[in-house]
């Protein structure tokens, strides 16, 4: 067992997080991670309503009675969803732990913090971990370049990320991007993180609720089939390479890019429609350079216990060489 | 007593190598880190007052720098080949025989293919460390028959291929690709980053950046100086015609990805680069207006400092590293 200050942040027996992964994280995954000792965090923009998160709370609490967390994802838009309701439903249902992702989440903070509930903010700089601490998160998890979906603009990877953030600020860390075995886990808590965070290596798991052709697409694909799209819109994501994205790059191309030329290929529906149909040639799926590692679908509590076996193995023998060589 | 592959190689003490670097590792810094215990690397027109299109008198200027790191040193010391194409090869020709006249113990190869040099060199008794950036070309070079590749990460500093690859998905993929020790190298500056990258599958690491910003090193002031008050944004990652290239974010890059963002042709971005190169920054000491090949992991430098300390620094805080997360591995619940 890994004692950290992410397992006693939330009461767990693996500092391994399955944070929100937008259609994928619902109770079926969510509780599966965490009755594999983690933590998984259900996202709630998957329910278009807030009482559709109140039901699958309920699911999640029925599948597992290990601690699990909702994921609130801040989109730039014009009409926001109604994040005081998914709050409310976050409360009344006794919701301990929220991942914030996007936008700065400080104008929720005083609702969620009166509550009691934890706050773990998601960031891709060191400046937004800084500022999350300013703020009152409770700890802050980290994506490198290399991480599947929007990794920001920055493009600083996970080997600078995490050393740097942990000389930034004192809160607990979550690494992400580019993690997916025990050597991952281990390097990361070698930077100084003290939990890592996968999304990747979650979604080719048996309990994701995504089409087999998704999980196996994820396996058949390599740590070189990831392409940037939406750079021109300073809204980047990390995605798989297929023929959508190199239409979406070649519209990108032209230059002078506008939102709406990209909607047919890059809106929420179609990505929605792929993981629930499988034809991978039709939308755009998310995928981190991880996928190089994905080399089987395993149950969540498999792949948690061997990516534990793994960084144990490391700690209690390869620690040993690297001590030597150095003797 | 385990061995390090690495270290067994090369004979040296610590699994650490001085990255080779254009105008900057020169015959004190080499000298200073395979005295501290690692690997010194003489990289290309190190020592040079001025750039030279001759073939000879590159290579001779090699040779000269190669003889002084012999007079400060005796222990193991590499340099660099870049094998380049075209015209660019009667300089790497030159650059071979010259290592081979030297018996210089090791070869640092990088820009090119690992079936050009890498027979003459063995045969010559020389170990041959090849630099690559994906799995695939790390089994090329193994089936050259190098004795160990170097992968640079999207993080590194200077010139690599295309694919974007970070330290944390390119290390452990290419230690599961090959059976030849493997150096890891992109994002590396202190003892918790080489803690990642051996335990990421790397057998040694590869720092550049972090003995740019040393004592010893050939580096304009005005250069060091900009490592020590770099952020963890300061670099961007600058398309070139054959490669990417990372650099510290300053007027030059600006300026550069304008010009190529508005179509300026490959002659006349040619033309910016080579006058505003890394010899007006290193040399000249013109750190705004010219380029400066430089890694993410600048944001971790707050101190110049010299290499044998850099290098003992890495080695003591390991070990501290170690201690902290053996502690964390409990035995309960």
Redesign the interface.
């Known amino acids: ?4 200050r992410i397992t006693d942040l939330f009461g767990i ?1 693996r500092p391994i997080v399955q944070g929100g992964l937008m259609w994928v994280a619902t109770s079926q995954l969510t509780s599966a991670v965490s009755n594999a000792g983690g933590i998984g965090f259900m996202t709630a923009l998957t329910f278009p309503e807030p009482e559709g998160l109140r039901a699958e709370i309920r699911k999640c609490r029925e599948l597992t009675d290990k601690p699990f967390g909702i994921n609130l994802t801040f989109l730039p838009t014009l009409r926001p969803p109604d994040y005081p309701g998914y709050i409310d439903v976050c409360i009344q249902e006794g919701i301990r732990f929220v991942e914030t992702a996007g936008r700065n989440p400080e104008p929720y903070m005083d609702q969620l913090k009166s509550a009691g509930i934890t706050v773990i903010h998601k960031c891709t ?2 400046r937004h971990a800084v500022k999350a601490e300013k703020i009152g998160c409770d700890a802050v998890s980290i994506d ?3 991480a599947a979906g929007h990794p920001g603009e ?8 995490v ?2 953030t ?2 930034a600020i004192d809160l607990p860390i979550i690494a992400s ?3 997916g ?1 025990g ?2 886990l ?7 993180a003290d939990g890592i965070n996968m999304g990747t290596r979650f979604v080719a798991t048996q309990e994701a609720p995504v089409h087999t052709n998704v999980k196996q697409a994820l396996v058949d694909h390599t ?2 089939d990831t392409r940037l799209i939406m750079r021109t819109l300073r809204n980047t994501e990390r995605v798989m390479h297929n023929e959508v994205v190199d239409k979406v790059l070649e519209i990108e191309s032209r230059g002078n890019t506008r939102i709406e030329d990209l909607i047919p290929y890059v809106a929420g529906n179609v990505g929605k429609g792929m993981l629930e149909q499988g034809h991978m040639d039709k939308g755009i799926l998310a995928a981190g ?2 996928m ?2 994905v080399n089987d679908v395993p149950s969540c509590q498999v792949l948690l216990d061997r990516i534990m076996a793994e960084a ?1 193995e ?3 023998d ?10 | 007593m385990h061995q390090n592959r690495i270290c067994e190689l090369l004979g040296i003490r610590y699994p650490i190598i001085q990255a080779p670097m254009n105008w900057v590792s020169g015959a004190e810094l080499v000298a200073a880190v395979s005295n501290a215990g690692g690997l010194g690397t003489l990289g290309p027109n190190a020592g040079s007052k001025d750039k030279v299109w001759d073939v000879d008198e590159t290579g001779e200027r090699f040779r000269a720098q190669i003889k002084k790191i012999k007079n400060l040193t005796a222990l193991p010391f590499g340099a660099n080949i870049t094998v380049g194409f075209g015209e660019l090869l009667a300089y790497s020709k030159k650059i071979v025989d010259v290592l081979i006249e030297e018996a210089v113990p090791v070869a640092i190869v990088s820009v090119g293919r690992p079936d050009v040099y890498t027979q003459i060199l063995t045969e010559a008794g020389i170990k041959v460390l090849h630099a690559i950036s994906t799995a695939r070309h790390a089994q090329k070079a193994e089936a050259a028959g190098v004795d160990a590749v170097i992968c640079e990460g999207f993080e590194a500093g200077g010139h690599k291929g295309f694919t974007e690859l970070t330290t944390f998905v390119l290390t452990p993929m290419v230690a599961d690709a090959v059976r030849i020790p493997v150096v890891s190298g992109g994002g590396i500056g202190d003892a918790r980053g080489m803690l990642a990258a051996m335990v990421l599958g790397a057998d040694g690491i590869y720092m550049g950046t972090r003995f740019m910003a040393t004592k010893e090193s050939y580096s304009h002031p005005k250069v060091k100086q900009a490592l020590v008050q770099a952020n963890d944004v300061c670099t961007v990652s600058l398309p070139k015609d054959f490669m990417l290239a990372r650099d510290l974010a300053n007027n030059f890059t600006r300026k550069y990805l304008e010009r190529k963002q508005s179509g300026a042709s490959p002659e006349e971005l040619g033309l910016y680069l080579s006058e505003h190169s890394q010899y007006h920054a290193q040399y000249q000491g013109d750190s705004d207006q010219a380029e400066i090949c430089c890694g993410q992991v600048a944001g971790l430098i707050r101190e110049i400092d010299s290499a044998g300390e850099v290098v003992k620094d890495v080695i003591n805080n390991t070990q501290s590293c170690i201690e902290a997360l053996k502690s964390k591995l409990s035995d309960q619940f």
């Not at chain 1, 390869?318 to 003797?327: D, L, N, R």
Request: glycine share 16%; charged share 25%; hydrophobic share 40%.
């Open positions: 067992m890994l004692k950290t027996e700089s060191v490198g370049f290399e920055d493009d600083v990877t996970t080997m600078i990320l050393p740097l942990r000389d991007g580019g993690l075995d050597r991952g281990v390097g990361a808590l070698g930077l100084g740590e070189r350079q991880t190089g590692f144990e490391i700690i209690k390869k620690f040993a060489q690297v001590v030597s060589a150095e003797g």
